[in-house]
C-alpha cells in the first residue's frame, strides 16, 4: 500500500479498537458514535467514512478473520486437494482466536446480549458462505455443480460455527484446537446423521 492507504488502514485500525474498548467497558448500547469519534481523536465525519454504522464496528472483527480465512483457501494451489483446502479456512480461523483469545470472547458476549449485532453477523456469514461456494465452483473446473459448491460451502462454515460456539459457550476453557479436532473426527466418522426419508414398504 502507498502511504496514503497505510495512514487510512491505520486510521480505521485505531477506530475499532477505540470503539472495541469502549463496548466492552461501558457496553454495546452505551456507547455512542460520538463517545467514539472522540476517543479515537477523529471527527464524526471521519468515522462515517470508515464504518457506515454502529454495528459495522462489531462486525469488522468477524469480517477481517473471515476474510483472512478466505485469503488462505485461495492460497491454496488449484491442485491441492479440496479437503486439503477446506482445512486451510479452518486452522485460519483457529489462528485467529488464539492470537487473541480474550478479545473474540469479549466479542461473543456482545453478540449474545445484542439482537441486531446478531442479525449483521447472520448476513456476513451468508455472503461469506457465497463466496467460498463460488471459490469452490471455479477450483472444480466443470466437474462439479453449483450444489455441491453451496452444500461444501455451507458445511465448512457450519464446522467454524459450531467451532466457535461450543468455545466460546465453554468460556474459551477448552484449546480451540482441541473442538476442531472432535468436531472433525465426527464428520470424518460419518457419526452425524443425515435426514433420510422414511421408506414405507408398500409389498403388503
Known amino acids: 500500500m ?5 495512514k487510512m488502514e491505520r486510521t480505521r485500525q485505531l477506530i475499532a479498537e477505540t470503539a472495541f474498548d469502549l463496548f466492552v467497558a ?18 464524526t465525519r471521519t468515522l462515517y467514512r470508515y464504518y457506515a454504522t454502529k454495528e459495522a464496528l462489531v462486525v469488522s472483527f468477524v469480517e477481517n478473520g473471515l476474510n483472512a480465512a478466505m485469503a488462505a483457501f485461495e492460497a491454496q494451489p488449484d491442485e ?8 486451510a479456512v479452518v486452522d485460519s480461523v483457529e489462528q485467529t482466536i488464539t492470537a487473541n483469545p ?4 469479549a466479542l461473543y458476549q456482545i453478540f449474545h446480549r445484542t ?3 446478531r442479525a449483521g453477523l447472520a448476513d456476513l456469514d451468508w455472503s461469506w458462505r457465497q463466496r467460498l461456494a463460488q471459490e469452490v465452483l471455479r477450483r472444480s473446473d466443470g ?8 452444500l461444501t460451502a455451507a458445511s465448512t462454515m457450519n464446522v467454524i460455527e459450531v467451532v466457535v460456539q461450543t468455545w466460546t459457550a465453554d468460556g474459551g476453557r477448552t484449546e480451540i484446537a482441541d473442538i476442531t479436532r472432535s468436531v472433525l473426527k465426527l464428520l470424518r466418522a460419518n457419526a452425524i446423521p ?8 408398500h409389498s403388503t
Open 2 to 6: 502507498g502511504l496514503r492507504e497505510t
Open 26 to 43: 461501558q457496553g454495546y448500547d452505551a456507547t455512542t458514535i460520538e463517545q467514539i469519534a472522540a476517543a479515537a481523536e477523529v471527527g
Open 80 to 87: 491441492t486437494p479440496l479437503p486439503e483446502a477446506l482445512y
Open 102 to 105: 480474550a478479545r473474540l470472547l
Open 115 to 117: 439482537a441486531g449485532l
Open 143 to 150: 466437474t462439479r455443480d453449483v450444489l455441491f459448491a453451496t
Open 194 to 201: 443425515i435426514p433420510t426419508a422414511i421408506r414405507h414398504d
